[in-house]
């Protein structure tokens, strides 16, 4: 199936907004010292909860719960960093489309390269040279803040 460059152009725009979303977040949870909200450390939150707490539901011993329950806040950090690098895959992806001659599924391996190592496929152009470097700059950075 061949998407037209309007088709193209809109999912860039997506993907844009995306990253832009994923650094506010990061931004927000990681780097400013009060509480800022945002909809997907929320998210990610709200998940993480959910889930322990149907898992502890049928726990009725104090000191397992409490075993369980001391695990929460490492499953939210990891919860939260696989949700940035996730979504900046996705926005990066899309903001790649348009420049990439062989389709989505080179825009996917181009941002993926970049995001998650060291960049094995760069796409030809400025451009494109530009936004895998930002992505390499992004998944680097995200890690980073998170580790610190």
Do not use: K, N
Not at 8 to 29: E, F, K, P, T, Y
Not at 42 to 62: K, P, T
Not at 101 to 111: E, L, S, T
């Amino acid at each position: 199936m061949v998407v037209p460059l309007w088709g193209r152009v809109i999912a860039a725009v997506a993907g844009g907004s995306l990253v832009v979303i994923v650094w506010c977040s990061v931004i927000g949870a990681l780097i400013v010292s009060r509480a800022v909200a945002s909809r997907l450390t929320r998210v990610s939150d709200r998940c993480v909860s959910g889930a322990y707490q149907m898992l502890i539901r049928h726990i009725h011993d104090f000191r397992r719960r409490d075993r369980v329950l001391s695990t929460q806040a490492a499953a939210i950090l990891l919860a939260q960093l696989t949700m940035w690098l996730g979504a900046a895959y996705l926005g990066f992806s899309l903001l790649l489309w348009p420049f990439e001659a062989r389709g989505v599924a080179a825009a996917f391996i181009a941002a993926g390269s970049s995001l998650f190592t060291l960049g094995f496929d760069v796409p030809p152009g400025t451009v494109p040279s530009v936004m895998v470097f930002l992505a390499a700059g992004t998944g680097l950075v995200v890690l980073t803040l998170q580790i610190a």
